[in-house]
T-cell receptor
Framework: DADVTQTPRNRITKTGKRIMLECSQT?????MYWYRQDPGLGLRLIYY???????NKGEISDGYSVSRQAQAKFSLSLESAIPNQTALYFC??????????FGPGTRLTVL | RKEVEQDPGPFNVPEGATVAFNCTYS??????FFWYRQDCRKEPKLLMS???SGNEDGRFTAQLNRASQYISLLIRDSKLSDSATYLC????????????FGQGTTLQVKP
């Protein structure tokens, strides 16, 4: 079984809809991250959490929110999706060595 | 100036070739350095960490030059399976646990 899982793997939604992307990990790591990846722009950090009570904004947090329900779960919400949020979204976890382990990604399309 | 810069390529090489990728980073205070590999539409995976003394893992050699803020990855005897995008990654010196990703360099190994 994969150590970091993401659901859904693909999602098509309409402008204005609320959508939640979920991430679960079995690695026992405290640190979790959400990134988006766009062609030509690389990976950009949306939010990160170093433990259950710690939530921090990344470089592109506008339009997104997160919830750290447990050490193993970190969800990303788009309150009102817009077309420029169409992207590939990755969840990641890390330990104190800074090595990050990524989930398989969620491909989101906002029409 | 981007914090981590890479030549996006693509690099098209024949099987068996030696290919080198370069990367520069802007903040001299960055402490840890990595190369990640990302296959098309898949998640990034750690290829290797990069140490000041240089390090080798089979056909892959990574070098770090702190004075020039320059990181390299050398792949010898290229295989078809090496075709992927290679991401240069450094730690954010202002926040332990955060990584800064380059855009990636695409390698295509041809038969």
């Amino acid at each position: 079984d994969a150590d970091v899982t993401q659901t859904p793997r693909n999602r098509i939604t309409k402008t204005g809809k609320r959508i939640m992307l979920e991430c679960s990990q079995t690695k026992g790591h405290d640190r979790m991250y959400w990134y988006r990846q766009d062609p030509g722009l690389g990976l950009r950090l949306i939010y990160y959490s170093f433990d259950v009570k710690d939530i921090n904004k990344g470089e592109i947090s506008d339009g997104y929110s997160v919830s750290r329900q447990a050490q193993a779960k970190f969800s990303l919400s788009l309150e009102s999706a817009i077309p420029n949020q169409t992207a590939l979204y990755f969840c990641a976890t890390s330990d104190v060595t800074d090595t990050q382990y990524f989930g398989p990604g969620t491909r989101l399309t906002v029409l | 100036r981007k914090e981590v810069e890479q030549d996006p390529g693509p690099f098209n090489v024949p099987e068996g070739a030696t290919v080198a990728f370069n990367c520069t980073y802007s903040n001299s205070a960055s402490q840890s350095f990595f190369w990640y590999r990302q296959d098309c539409r898949k998640e990034p995976k750690l290829l290797m960490s990069v140490y000041s003394s240089g390090n080798e893992d089979g056909r892959f050699t990574a070098q770090l030059n702190r004075a020039s803020q320059y990181i390299s990855l050398l792949i010898r005897d290229s295989k078809l399976s090496d075709s992927a995008t290679y991401l240069c990654v450094v730690t954010d010196p202002s926040n332990t646990g955060k990584l800064i990703f380059g855009q990636g360099t695409t390698l295509q190994v041809k038969p």
